[in-house]
């Protein structure tokens, strides 16, 4: 009763001038026998897995908006710092942190040959100062101007871009994010200010000695892959 009620409503809603066929889509819309109408999920463009050429022949553009557990690779070697940490004392839902940025394809090079990437990348982390050993908050920011190995000469403003070999046809965008994030972790994570840090000062020489776990994790995940 209350359907006809609402229906009744709507007929009388409409405009003198409003045929039959107007009706039947207000009273077919979301109601047909297929059941109610659903949006199609959006992919997420990050792990749709295509070649560069096909990216840049698009001009793809791709807003990032990510959380560190996303990341898997990324996520293992921050889980391996944060390790040396007392449980009380590792930081809450470290895994959650943002990973933000954009991504945009296309040519290098006049005559479209040359796939590239412009585009920059940031999250803040939590990591573990190696002089105090005291948990704090690290921005990490990699900008992105990559250009992908083809069999085409690189010339040009390419010069100005890094070389991505790739070991196979395709790529995931979210690849290239993770893997420069990782390379933008420091030897060594230390907080910026002294007045922030609690531990002893050390000289350079000692600071170069000492223990750099993100490189030797970095460094184990690489040769075991």
Avoid at 8 to 33: H, K, M, V
Avoid at 90 to 103: E, K, M, N, Q
Avoid at 147 to 169: I, M
Avoid at 209 to 221: C, D, N, V, W
Wanted: proline share 6%; net charge negative.
């Amino acid at each position: 009763m209350h359907e006809i009620k609402c229906l009744a409503r709507i007929e009388r809603s409409l405009p003198a001038s409003g045929d039959s066929a107007d009706l039947f889509a207000i009273r077919g819309f979301d109601t047909g026998p297929r059941g109610p109408y659903h949006a199609r999920a959006m992919r997420n463009l990050l792990r749709v897995r295509r070649t560069p050429s096909e990216l840049a022949v698009s001009g793809q553009v791709i807003e990032i908006n990510e959380k560190i557990h996303d990341l898997e690779r990324l996520a293992e070697i921050l889980a391996a710092d944060l390790r040396v940490l007392e449980p009380d004392r590792l930081p809450a839902a470290w895994r959650d942190s943002r990973v933000t940025g954009r991504l945009s394809f296309g040519f290098v090079d006049a005559q479209n040959k040359v796939p590239a990437l412009d585009g920059r990348v940031a999250v803040t982390i939590d990591a573990v100062c190696q002089r105090c050993l005291e948990p704090f908050r690290l921005p990490l920011e990699a900008r992105l101007r990559l250009v992908f190995a083809t069999d085409q000469p690189v010339t040009g403003g390419a010069g100005e871009y890094e070389v991505w070999e790739l070991s196979e046809a395709t790529l995931r965008p979210v690849d290239v994010v993770e893997e420069a994030l990782i390379m933008a972790l420091p030897l060594a994570a230390m907080h910026e200010k002294d007045a922030a840090c609690q531990g002893p000062e050390k000289t350079a020489a000692e600071s170069a000695a000492g223990i750099r776990p993100f490189a030797e994790l970095k460094s184990q995940m690489d040769t075991e892959n």
